[in-house]
């Protein structure tokens, strides 16, 4: 199994619950004083039959000012290493856990965060714009810091990701002509707004909250397990479908200094802090998505299993952290994942974890 993309992420772009669902999780600093709502990430089973969006292809990106913004994005979606110790503290990149460039259908695709935000989310209690969920990846599934908003770096994410899902809306629903141009301060905000403008053609055929739930738009819901899963079994299933490309040890294939083949814990993998931390969510991923480019290859047991096998390893330290890991483990981690616990004998997860956002050059095994 060629785990290639397993990264949180943050499931990076995983979808939030819409407001009327607002139970949810926990604010992005430790000293904020809120309850634990840190539930799991919506997923919903795939359908058959669904028809998914089709992004225009990238040699159709415009010429001129606001393509080279879609362009800067692309690069910095699939080389995410260039922003490494600006904002990367990792050997990931965001198109490990976000299969196709961001554009594969359930694989937690750009065009479907992007049409999903503005929106409120459990992770920091607030309504976040799309470059605020950008930046929560580069917090935790990075395991870096955040871009100031409105950089540079978050409006070509931003323009990348609109452009995908509007270049798909577009064929979809026969409108010619190229991907509208918005504004800087525009493209940052997402798409789930009343005043985002829409060409006609889609506007009647899709309200803000249709097209926030456009099928494909996150990991598809992998069926619940038979048995409880164990990290004893899914070492096997590492050991038999994992390891020919992230390794023995689990850090993946390094290629003239740069993860060719992502690390899936130690230093170099995403925080404590990552969606993908959580067994379910990394289940979800792995079910649908893994072996790389063959989609549902595991059992539903399989994947349950090896999901837990590569969350019982220590990582990076959650970034609100603040000293004491049964007090972080009570207010950010009431959900399926091994944080603040002991697993198989081992040392308490989180009481010697790597440090966050670490200069390349000073990362230790």
């Excluded at 359930?106 to 799309?130: E, H, M, Q, T």
């Excluded at 006609?200 to 309200?207: G, M, S, T, V």
Aim: glycine share 8%; proline share 8%; hydrophobic share 35%.
């Amino acid at each position: 199994m060629k785990l290639l993309s397993l990264l949180s992420i943050g499931v990076l772009f995983s979808l939030p619950l819409q407001a009327n669902e607002m139970l949810t999780e926990v604010p992005a600093t430790a000293s904020a004083a809120l309850p634990d709502r840190q539930a799991a990430l919506p997923a919903v089973p795939k359908k058959v039959g669904e028809n998914y969006l089709q992004p225009a292809s990238l040699t159709d990106i415009p010429a001129g000012v606001f393509g080279d913004k879609v362009r800067l994005g692309y690069q910095l979606f699939v080389n995410t290493q260039t922003l490494r110790d600006k904002y990367v503290g990792n050997q990931l990149s965001c198109a490990n856990c976000h299969m196709n460039a961001g554009q594969q259908a359930n694989s937690s695709p750009l065009w479907g965060a992007y049409f999903a935000y503005p929106a409120y989310r459990k992770k920091n209690d607030k309504v976040n714009s799309f470059q605020e969920r950008v930046q929560g990846c580069f917090t935790y599934s990075m395991n870096g810091k955040a871009p100031e908003s409105g950089s540079p770096e978050l409006v070509a994410i931003s323009a990348y990701s609109y452009w995908l899902g509007m270049s798909g809306l577009m064929a979809q629903y026969n409108v010619s002509g190229p991907v509208p141009e918005l504004s800087d301060a525009e493209l940052v905000k997402g798409a789930m707004r009343d005043d985002f403008p829409m060409p006609e053609a889609i506007a009647k055929n899709l309200d803000t909250k249709a097209l926030s739930q456009l099928p494909g738009r996150g990991f598809p819901k992998a069926p619940d397990p038979e048995l409880a899963y164990a990290p004893e079994r899914g070492m096997i299933v590492y050991q038999a479908h994992c390891q020919t490309c992230h390794g023995e040890d689990g850090q993946g294939q390094i290629i003239a200094g740069v993860a060719a083949l992502p690390p899936l814990w130690g230093p170099e993998s995403f925080n404590w802090g990552a969606g993908m931390h959580r067994v379910n969510t990394a289940a979800d991923f792995i079910y649908e998505n893994m072996p790389l480019g063959k989609s549902v290859q595991l059992t539903v047991q399989q994947a349950w299993d090896v999901a837990a096998y590569v969350n019982s390893f220590d990582r990076p330290q959650d970034p609100r952290f603040d000293g004491d890991v049964s007090k972080t483990q009570a207010t950010y981690h009431q959900h399926q994942g091994y944080y603040g616990q002991s697993v198989a004998g081992k040392p308490i997860l989180g009481t010697d974890s790597y440090p966050v956002f670490p200069l390349k050059n000073t990362v230790k095994p």
